[in-house]
């Protein structure tokens, strides 16, 4: 079975700085997915960033990149430049690509909940 | 280009009650998937939906249930409704077997059971 664990339930970071926020994973699935999504208050979780779990190099999309680590199974989110709009609820999650039937489904972590301080 | 939709965007039942909840997927994608997510925590997988049939199952018991409408848009309904199925429903949709990195998420209906 498929775990995420985030242990940061909440962070401060300042305008401008960057922020790594901690996901590790578990599974014995040889090819997954891992994902980043933010949810702002209003709900709505928006896509961030994908690592496949045989990508060579980390993923990046502007201020976000992702750290991973197969071997230590971890995929940490770094959000470089903080801006006061990336005060969200972050989640973590996981999907196995084994079989296409699986790709609908996605195994969240506990999230992490960041503010953005001036 | 139409993001995923859902309907409605908030609810109040009482317990003993049904709801269906709708969702119409981005265009171009083929797959369904609807998510519980609880106050606080991350969502959980209830179910998802490709060609009308339910694909894979998350653990939640038979009150819920789906379906998915020829022209791709989807259906959860709750039975008997319990104040723990207090939540926001999420309703996410992919390409099957095409945009493996792909699932974009609704705006969520805010159910509230009294």
């Known amino acids: 079975a498929q775990k995420i664990t985030q242990t940061q339930p909440g962070m401060f970071v300042q305008e401008k700085e960057a922020v790594t926020l901690d996901c590790t994973y578990d599974t014995s699935d040889p090819s997954y997915g891992l994902f980043w999504y933010k949810q702002p208050s209003s709900g709505e979780m928006i896509f961030l960033i994908y690592?496949?779990?045989?990508?060579?190099q980390n993923a990046t999309e502007g201020r976000y990149s992702l750290n991973f680590q197969k071997a230590r199974k971890s995929a940490n989110l770094v959000i470089s430049a903080s801006q006061l709009g990336d005060s969200a609820m972050y989640f973590c999650?996981?999907?196995?690509?084994?079989?296409?039937?699986?790709?609908?489904?996605?195994?969240f972590g506990a999230g992490t909940q960041v503010v953005v301080t001036p | 280009d139409a993001g995923v939709t859902q309907s409605p965007t908030h609810l109040i039942k009482t317990r003993g009650q049904q709801v269906t909840l709708r969702c119409s997927p981005k265009?171009?994608?083929?797959?369904v998937s609807w998510y519980q997510q609880a106050l606080g925590q991350g969502p959980q997988f209830i179910f998802q939906?490709?060609?009308?049939?339910?694909?894979q199952r998350g653990n939640f018991p038979d009150r819920f249930s789906g379906h998915q409408f020829p022209n791709y848009s989807s259906e959860l309904n709750v039975n008997a409704l319990l104040l723990g199925d207090s939540a926001l429903y999420l309703c996410?949709?992919?390409?099957?077997?095409?945009?493996?990195?792909?699932?974009?998420f609704g705006p969520g209906t805010r159910l509230t059971v009294l």
């Open positions: 996410a949709s992919s390409l099957r077997g095409r945009a493996y990195n792909e699932q974009f």
């Open positions: 999650a996981m999907r196995d690509l084994m079989t296409t039937d699986s790709w609908g489904k996605l195994q």
């Open positions: 265009s171009g994608h083929d797959t």
């Open positions: 690592q496949g779990s045989y990508d060579q």
């Open positions: 939906y490709y060609e009308e049939e339910e694909r």
